[in-house]
């Protein structure tokens, strides 16, 4: 019996951790349409936390624009970005 609670328990932990994933994305994958921008990279965790990369030749105003945008979203508690670089290493 223990075990089918812990089991139980274990499952609603995991759909509720997974809950804030399906909201932030739809509202990141709104912004991103709505603003135009295609090069971009981005892992949704389930919380809802968005790690998102965006292409190197994407311009400053582009990028602070929808910066704004992610972080003040409510369905996005938190966003890490980052831009590529022209830069590449050759041997």
């Not at 995991?14 to 994933?21: Q, R, W």
Request: charged share 20%; with cysteine.
């Amino acid at each position: 019996m223990r075990l089918w609670g812990l089991a139980l328990s274990l499952g609603i932990a995991t759909a509720s951790a997974a809950a804030g994933k399906v909201p932030a994305e739809a509202a990141l994958i709104h912004i991103l349409q709505a603003e135009g921008i295609t090069n971009v990279s981005y892992k949704v965790h389930d919380d809802g936390f968005i790690h998102i990369v965006f292409g190197a030749r994407m311009m400053d105003d582009d990028y602070e624009r929808v910066l704004q945008l992610l972080n003040r979203h409510p369905d996005i508690p938190g966003v890490l970005a980052v831009r590529e670089t022209d830069v590449f290493c050759r041997p």
